[in-house]
Each structure stands twice: as structure tokens, then as C-alpha cells.
């Protein structure tokens, strides 16, 4: 069913707020939750928000209707507005108000397909809504609602390089920016390989590579030094000990999901060409580096001077629909 603005956003009266988040890539990976609620991460991570891929999402809460109505891509989408009602509710307990709401949200960019847009997404939402319940809080309390609707959505409220880390006692998080945006002005190749909706949502793979794989525990013991050792690159700006560190957390993450059982398989053909296609042009000197996440798309890290040519070349490897070139951005904000 195609929802029209007329029909949801512009029946008036009532004030709606559009704000918009672009989603992040993890240098460290999140991979597996803590068996305790509120969305936990069994491991903290680092990533980078990316400015050419945007999701705006508008809120607006409405006393006449009775339930949430979630519109996406111009789709109503009742598959996700469970997840989606579940994170306002957080929002509502903190108004103290059970009004329900309208929320329409677009991505320039496919949704559900290794691209982060459940970060982006749930980022720009808790942003929208807690300014249209006229909330008063600070950025890390929307990065606590923003995990809640999904881990890494907590990211993408802060720009440029930023770090999620577990307390002292592992049971809650902390989101923090490391630098902004124009600090450390990397940029990113996104090579798209495929399209479609991946068939394991990344919190069932997650789950089955807790429960089944043999190297979870390894990968959560060995997370928090991963963490220092890039936490250190980025403060120092130290590209090459940044490439190392992510290329192999990136590995160890689809090492230990491909030793699930059933073992999750995210790439493409294209996916592994494209990862030879860097690693071969690093060899020849280009500052670059890769990094997937749990879907066919790679990520290609570079030095601005090197990015024409990255794309050039991930653009000529068989099965590589499209490249996108972004520069890192800014956290969620109002537009
Ligand atoms: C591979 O944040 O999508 O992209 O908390 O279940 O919503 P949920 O998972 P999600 O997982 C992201 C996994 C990853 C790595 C990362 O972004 O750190």
C-alpha cells in the first residue's frame, strides 16, 4: 500500500519534526549481544558515520490516531513497526505520554542490504521523536534509545570517528565521539554488489554465531585490545595501523559467522573480488583498506588523493553494480 504525505503527515495541527542520520561502518565490529536486556553489546566497537548515505525520518504524534503507522520508502511497513514502536515507546515513558504517531522515513540508499540503514534509521527516528515529544536530553541519552532500536543505530547519532564501549562492569554502554568529521578527512568507496534484503538479519545472525560458533568466545576475549589498538590509530592518525586493525576485525567477524552452524554466508563473488582488488592496490602503495559488514557491500577506507582511482577499480570488478563515493559526516541532527 502507498501511503500519500497528504494522508499521514499533512492532516496538520498537530507539529511533526524531520531530522536526519546517515549511517555508520564499523572499523571494529559489534558482533554478538549480552544475554541481559536493553540491547547490550557483548563487545564494544568503532566506526566511522558516512555523509553520502541519508535517512530522513518524520515524526509526528497524533492524540486521534490508536496506533503507530510506520511508512517507509513511501511503503506502509507493518513488518518493521514493531521494532520501530518498541524504540518510541522508550521515548513516550521518558514524555510520560502514550500518544501514538505517524513516522515516515526514506533512505537514499537500499534498505536491509549490508548498508546500515536500521543505524541511520533509528538514529534520525529517536532524534525526530524526542524533539516532536519536546524532550530536553543530550546526545549520548539518544544514543542509548537509538541502541535499544538497533546497536549500532547509537553510532550514527555522533559524525566522524566514534567509539562505543562497555562500562566497567559490561552492563551498559558509553557512545562517545573519538574526532570529528574534518579532523581526519578519510573517505569511503561504497562498491554495491547486490541489492536484495539479506536473508539473516544481522541480530539472528549475531544470536546463531553466540549459540553455535566455536570462535565466539575468542572474539569477545580479544575485542577490547582491537578496541585500544584502533582507538590509538585514530587519535594519531595512523592510517596504516588503522587499515590493519579493521581489516582483521572484519575478518575475524565473518570468520567466526561462517563457523556458525549453519555457517552465515554475507558475500558475493564480487564481495571477495573486490576485497583481492584492494588488497593489490595497497600492495602497489594506495593508502586504502576494506571492511564489510553483515551483507555483500564493501567498504573501501582511503586517503582522499587515492579515492578517483579506488573507485575506478572496484567499478571495473565483475559484478559490481555501482560505487558510491561518500566523505565521513556529521552525527543525526534536525533538517
Ligand atoms: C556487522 O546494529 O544491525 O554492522 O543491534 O541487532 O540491530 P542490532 O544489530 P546491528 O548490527 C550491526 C552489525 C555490523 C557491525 C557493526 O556495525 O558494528
Known amino acids: 500500500m502507498t501511503i500519500s504525505k497528504n494522508q499521514t503527515l499533512q492532516a496538520e495541527a498537530v507539529p511533526c519534526f524531520r531530522a536526519q542520520a546517515q549511517p555508520n561502518i564499523a572499523l571494529v565490529k559489534y558482533w554478538g549481544k549480552q544475554n541481559i536486556p536493553g540491547n547490550i553489546p557483548a563487545v564494544g566497537s568503532l566506526s566511522i558515520t558516512l555523509d553520502a ?173 582491537d578496541l585500544h589498538d584502533a582507538r590509538e590509530a585514530v587519535l594519531a592518525r595512523d592510517f596504516e595501523r588503522l587499515g590493519l586493525i579493521s581489516e582483521q576485525s572484519c575478518l575475524k567477524m565473518h570468520g567466526l559467522a561462517l563457523a556458525a552452524r549453519p555457517g552465515l554466508i554475507y558475500w558475493t563473488a564480487a564481495t571477495v573480488s573486490c576485497l583481492h582488488a584492494i588488497r593489490e592496490m595497497r600492495a602497489s602503495g594506495y593508502p586504502v583498506f576494506f571492511t564489510v559488514d553483515a551483507g555483500p557491500q564493501v567498504k573501501a577506507i582511503c586517503e582522499p588523493r587515492v579515492t578517483a582511482e579506488v573507485a575506478r577499480t572496484l567499478q571495473s570488478v565483475n559484478g559490481v553494480l555501482k560505487t558510491v563515493i561518500s566523505h565521513l559526516g556529521q552525527g543525526a541532527r534536525l533538517v
Open 53 to 225: 548515505l541519508r535517512t530522513q525520518t518524520t515524526v509526528r504524534f497524533d492524540p486521534e490516531i490508536a496506533a503507530d503507522v510506520f511508512v517507509l520508502n513511501g511503503e506502509n511497513n507493518p513488518s518493521g513497526l514493531p521494532r520501530v514502536s518498541r524504540c518510541l515507546d522508550l521515548l513516550r515513558q521518558e514524555a510520560g505520554t502514550s500518544c501514538r504517531a505517524y513516522i515516515e522515513s526514506d533512505n537514499n540508499f537500499p534498505t536491509a542490504a549490508g548498508l546500515a540503514s536500521s543505524a541511520s534509521g533509528f538514529a534520525a527516528l529517536v532524534m525526530a521523536a524526542g524533539k516532536a515529544l519536546g524532550l530536553e536530553v543530550t546526545r549520548s541519552r539518544y544514543a542509548q534509545w537509538a541502541r535499544q532500536g538497533s546497536g549500532s543505530a547509537a553510532r550514527s547519532i555522533y559524525g566522524g570517528f566514534v567509539e562505543m564501549k562497555l562500562s566497567k562492569r559490561r552492563s551498559d554502554v558509553i557512545t562517545e565521539p573519538l574526532l570529528d568529521a574534518e579532523e581526519w578527512p578519510l573517505e569511503v568507496v561504497v562498491a554495491i554488489t547486490h541489492t536484495h534484503v539479506k536473508s539473516v538479519s544481522s541480530s539472528e545472525g549475531m544470536e546463531r554465531t553466540r549459540s553455535t560458533s566455536p570462535y565466539y568466545s575468542r572474539w569477545v576475549a580479544t575485542q577490547d585490545q
